[in-house]
């Protein structure tokens, strides 16, 4: 009625529904952007977590299945194929090596570049945790075992020892020769 009596009324009153149309977008665009945000905390969390190549390894990998919905995910030399979604993880001991998350389920939600720059931040924390844990086990290494024969030092002969005579403590008896 307003519109056929004052025609230039209705571009006044679209104005306010299109104002809440774009605030209401913008809510649900910051709602899913806090939502990554809060994922990818807990999955740096778990990854740092981890001590060794192979369960950074695995952290990262439920952690990027997790974040992009249940997808499987891999960390090895081959590239991203058509329809996944693969980042470098550049480690200097570790050399190149792919983070990658498999197919979505359906093909009406493909990836974004706000998953591209999600899955590139996980790749970084994941290269850095990686070279911790590489680091880490090198040094485990270079105390228990001799640099030049690849044999077993005092240091480990003791610790195995320890925990051998830990295992039979419950036991009747046990000896050592030295």
């Known amino acids: 009625a ?3 009596a ?24 910051a709602t899913e952007d806090r939502a990554r945000l809060d994922g990818l ?22 952690s990027a299945a997790d974040l992009f919905g249940g997808q499987d995910a891999r960390i090895g030399s ?7 979604l693969g ?17 979505r389920a359906t093909m009406v939600h493909r990836y974004t570049d706000q998953d591209q720059r999600l899955l590139e931040a996980l790749a970084s924390i ?5 070279e911790k844990a590489a680091l880490h086990e090198d040094a485990t290494e270079q105390a228990s075992h001799d640099a030049l024969t690849g044999l ?4 480990s002969f003791e610790e195995q020892l320890r925990l051998s005579v830990e295992g039979v403590r419950g036991s009747d008896g046990a000896g050592v020769v030295f």
Do not use: C, Y
């Not at 905390?41 to 439920?62: G, M, R």
């Not at 980042?87 to 197919?103: A, F």
């Open 78 to 84: 081959d590239q991203a194929q058509q329809g996944e």
């Open 126 to 130: 994941t290269a850095s945790a990686l």
């Open 6 to 29: 004052i025609p230039w009324a209705l571009p006044l009153m679209a104005a306010p529904l299109a104002l809440i149309f774009l605030a209401s977008r913008a809510r649900v665009d």
């Open 41 to 62: 905390l807990k999955a740096a969390t778990v990854i740092l977590e981890a001590s060794t190549v192979a369960t950074v390894t695995a952290a990262a990998t439920a």
């Open 152 to 155: 077993a030092n005092r240091r």
């Open 2 to 4: 307003v519109g056929s």
């Open 87 to 103: 980042v470098p993880l550049l480690t200097e001991s570790l050399g190149t090596r792919n983070l990658v998350v498999g197919h």
